[in-house]
């Protein structure tokens, strides 16, 4: 069992769509929980993190963390085609090592 | 200069053959951490390093060697390449070996394709 899941897509929506982007990992000493969103071509960029349990709002993005499931959300509001890209959870336990999902794909079309 | 800079930006190599490749971290980050991202996959870790000293390894084969410069710039050597090394290879700086979560930088990557 891989220490974070992640389906990997592709996921397409209309631009308007509330878009909901999910993870589960296995390994209780993850203590930080972090988004990145990476364009073709692209390095990953950090979308979102957070270390505890509940909801953290910047914009038209939310990340969830459930810690007790064990499960990462991120939701995106109106998303638009240029939220098309991959977006890749990923997790730590307090050392700047990171352990990645493999990524879900977005496609927004106009 | 701010960001973090890879070279070069692709390559490819026939297997066998050896392959370094550069990185430049953001200004005021001493810690640098490389990835392997093969296509469809999330970046995996290979190791990183703090203060010119490996800091931690990911599983990866010795082949893999790295090394970090008194100016933080970094290289990644690997050593008998095989077909199976073809991926992004992600070079990530930041300050300090813990809790770094938004001073996390990455790079655009180099493409390394082996034939």
């Known amino acids: 069992q891989k220490e974070v899941e992640q389906d990997p897509g592709p996921l397409s929506v209309p631009e308007g769509a509330i878009v909901s982007l999910n993870c589960t990992y296995s390994n209780s000493a993850f203590q930080y929980f972090m988004w990145y969103r990476q364009y073709s071509r692209k390095g990953p960029e950090l979308l979102m993190y957070?270390?505890?349990?509940g909801n953290k709002e910047d914009g038209r993005f939310t990340a969830q963390v459930d810690k007790s499931s064990k499960y990462i959300s991120l939701f995106i509001r109106d998303s638009q085609p240029s939220d098309s890209a991959t977006y890749l959870c990923a997790t730590n336990s307090g050392y700047s090592t990171l352990t990645f999902g493999k990524g879900t794909m977005l496609l927004v079309s106009p | 200069e701010t960001g973090v800079t890879q070279s070069p930006t692709h390559l490819i190599k026939t297997r066998g053959q050896q392959v370094t490749l550069r990185c430049s971290s953001q200004s005021g980050h001493n810690t640098v951490s490389w990835y392997q991202q093969a296509l469809g996959q999330g970046p995996q870790f290979i190791f990183q390093y703090y203060r010119e000293e490996e800091n931690g390894r990911g599983n990866f084969p010795p082949r893999f060697s790295g090394l970090q410069f008194p100016n933080y710039s970094s290289e990644l050597n690997v050593n008998a390449l095989e077909l199976d090394d073809s991926a992004l290879y992600l070079c990530?700086?930041?300050?300090?070996?813990?809790?770094?979560?938004?001073?996390?930088?990455f790079g655009s990557g180099t493409r390394l394709t082996v034939v």
């Open positions: 957070t270390y505890s349990s």
């Open positions: 990530a700086s930041s300050f300090g070996t813990r809790d770094t979560l938004a001073g996390y930088t």
